[in-house]
C-alpha cells in the first residue's frame, strides 16, 4: 500500500486523499498558525473552568488555520505491476519537490531568507538578449536608450566599474 510517511516538523505535510478508483490524490496541506479567543458568557464576562487541571483559568476557543494545495498528481493506492510501483515513485518523488519548493517560498515569505541560487546577473547581456528577440517597430529606441545607460556608466566614476561587466571583467553574484 502506497502511504506517505509525512514528518511532523514539515510545513507543508504533503497528504494524501483516498479516491474510489483505487489512486491517491497529492495534496499540500499548509499550517499558518492559530488563534485563540476568550469564551465569554451571554453577560460578556470570561468563562471558567470549574474542575481538573485548568481549574480557575479562563476558558479559551482554538481556531487552527490551515491551507490546502492540490498537487494534481495521483499514486496508486495497491500497485500490482513493477510500472506502477515505479510510477509512484517518481510521482513521489516530483511530489517532494514541490513540497520543498513550497516551504522555501513560506519561510521566504515570513522569516524573509531563502537558499542561494548560484546564478550570475548581467544586465547588459539580459538587454541585448532583449532588444535581439524585440518585435516592435521601435527597436532603434530601445537600442539607443541601452547606448545611452551605458554611456551615462562610463562617465559617471562611480558607476563606470559597472559597464565592464558585459566585457566578462566584473561579475556579480546576488546573495
Known amino acids: 500500500m ?4 509525512t514528518k511532523n516538523k514539515q510545513n507543508p505535510k504533503l497528504q494524501q486523499a483516498t479516491l474510489s478508483d483505487g489512486r491517491a490524490s ?7 498558525g492559530r488563534t485563540e479567543t476568550p469564551v465569554l458568557d451571554e453577560d460578556g464576562n470570561p468563562v471558567y473552568y470549574t474542575d481538573g487541571a485548568m481549574k480557575g483559568k479562563p476558558k479559551h476557543k ?3 488555520d490551515r491551507r490546502k494545495e ?8 495497491a500497485p500490482r505491476t513493477q510500472q506502477e ?3 509512484n515513485k517518481n510521482t513521489l518523488a516530483l511530489a517532494e519537490k514541490i513540497r520543498f519548493e513550497r516551504e522555501q517560498q513560506l519561510l521566504e515569505d ?6 542561494k541560487k548560484e ?6 547581456d539580459f538587454f541585448e538578449e532583449y532588444i535581439e528577440n524585440y518585435t516592435k517597430a521601435d527597436k532603434r529606441m530601445i537600442q539607443l536608450a541601452h547606448r545611452r545607460f551605458r554611456a551615462f556608466l562610463k ?3 562611480a558607476y563606470a566599474m559597472y559597464d565592464r561587466i558585459s566585457s566578462g571583467a566584473i561579475k556579480i553574484q546576488p546573495l
Open 110 to 115: 515570513r522569516e524573509g531568507y531563502r537558499l
Open 119 to 124: 546564478r550570475i546577473s548581467n544586465f547588459h
Open 2 to 5: 502506497a502511504n506517505i510517511k
Open 62 to 64: 482554538i481556531k487552527h
Open 85 to 87: 510501483r515505479l510510477q
Open 155 to 157: 562617465e559617471t566614476p
Open 70 to 77: 492540490n498537487l494534481n498528481l495521483y499514486i496508486w493506492i
Open 26 to 32: 497529492l495534496y499540500l496541506e499548509f499550517y499558518l
